[in-house]
Structures are given as structure tokens and as C-alpha cells.
């Protein structure tokens, strides 16, 4: 999934901001099957409550609002800098 402002798809590791000013940290990628160490619980086909399993977007930890899931790109996400530098 790519930032809606930006020519740069999101990975995980990257610090963005959310919902205006939520610094958060983007822990998986659904897409691409992947996830920061710790996270693999997340990762998992095992059907959720409601029915389904998360399979695309990204899953971003923040500390106002926990775990956020973004199915879609959303222009409230913005990136800030990524783990790599």
C-alpha cells in the first residue's frame, strides 16, 4: 500500500502520523505478509470475531489508540521517517 501523499509505499518499521497528529509505528503489512519482531500473532488466517481475517493494509501501534488497521491507503496517514534511516 502506498502513501496517498507521497510516490512510497509504507513498510513496516516506518513512523508516521495518523488521524492529524497520532505518531504511531507501522508493525505489519497484510499485503506482503509482514511484520516487526513480536507481531507474528497478528498475522494469522484464523477467522476474527465477525467473520474474515486481515489481509490487506497495514496495522499501525500507537500509544492514544492502540492498534489501528488501515485496509485502504487513507490520507491521514503521513509518513514521518523510516527504521532503515
Not at 10 to 26: K, R, S
Not at 72 to 79: C, E, R
Amino acid at each position: 500500500m502506498n502513501y496517498v501523499d507521497l510516490d512510497r509505499e509504507m513498510a513496516v518499521g516506518d513512523i508516521v502520523l495518523v488521524e492529524g497528529a497520532v505518531q504511531g509505528l507501522v508493525v505489519c503489512d497484510f499485503e506482503r505478509w509482514l511484520c516487526l519482531d513480536g507481531y507474528e500473532d497478528w498475522l494469522t488466517k484464523k477467522e476474527m470475531v465477525g467473520g474474515g481475517y486481515l489481509s490487506n493494509g497495514v496495522l499501525v501501534k500507537t500509544a492514544e489508540m492502540g492498534m489501528v488497521h488501515y485496509a485502504v491507503p487513507d490520507a491521514t496517514i503521513v509518513f514521518v521517517e523510516s527504521s532503515s534511516g
